[in-house]
């Protein structure tokens, strides 16, 4: 079983619907939880990030954490077609300067 | 733009070749990651470089090898290359603070043929 298990994809959905993307994981040392973005042919860039368990939300982005069933999800808002690239979920077990256990990233496309 | 860099953008080269990957992190970051990106694996955590150190190791195979100059930029060396060494290559830098906090590069495609 891998670390982190992130359900591929391609994700299509229509302008304006609400997205569900989620990661499990195995490793319940991991306390720090990132959702990164990546566009086609550029770098991952880092969108959201929670501690330990709970929710977060930034604009139309919310993310979950949910510890005990190792579980957590990413919810985008009204999608729009700039939302339209790569998410990979990231986990650590320190905030100190340690590598990232990246999900393989599922696609999404929004469609106008 | 993140503020690092990466060259060259791309490479192509022959099996049993060696190439060396270069990587500059954002001003002040000591921290140096690299990682290696395949359809099949996804973003697979390579080697860490703190202020010159290595710090921590992954799925690094013998062939490639890394250093982290005075400077602090990286480079990341993989030689004896084989197909399946072709990739994308991402260099990702972090301060003193928090390690969640990655800056990724443009990344370098590699492929062997």
């Known amino acids: 079983q891998k670390e982190v298990e992130q359900d591929p994809g391609p994700l299509s959905v229509p302008e304006g619907a609400i997205v569900s993307l989620n990661c499990t994981y195995s490793n319940s040392a991991f306390q720090y939880f990132m959702w990164y973005r990546q566009y086609s042919r550029k770098g991952p860039e880092l969108l959201m990030y929670?501690?330990?368990?709970g929710n977060k939300e930034d604009g139309r982005f919310t993310a979950q954490v949910d510890k005990s069933s190792k579980y957590i999800s990413l919810f985008i808002r009204d999608s729009q077609p700039s939302d339209s690239a790569t998410y990979l979920c990231?986990?650590?077990?320190?905030?100190?300067?340690?590598?990232?256990?990246f999900g393989k990233g599922t696609r999404l496309s929004v469609i106008a | 733009d993140s503020g690092v860099t990466q060259t060259p953008k791309h490479l192509i080269t022959a099996t049993g070749q060696r190439v060396t990957l270069r990587c500059s992190p954002r001003s002040g970051d000591l921290s140096v990651y690299w990682y290696q990106q395949s359809l099949d694996q996804g973003l697979q955590f390579l080697i860490q470089y703190y202020n010159g150190e290595e710090r921590a190791k992954g799925n690094i195979l013998e062939r490639f090898s890394a250093q982290q100059f005075p400077d602090l930029h990286s480079e990341l060396n993989l030689s004896s290359l084989e197909l399946g060494d072709s990739a994308l290559y991402f260099c990702a830098s972090s301060g003193s603070g928090s390690s969640y906090e990655q800056y990724f590069g443009p990344g370098t495609r590699l492929t062997v043929t």
């Open positions: 990231a986990m650590s077990a320190s905030s100190g300067n340690t590598p990232l256990v």
């Open positions: 929670t501690y330990s368990s």
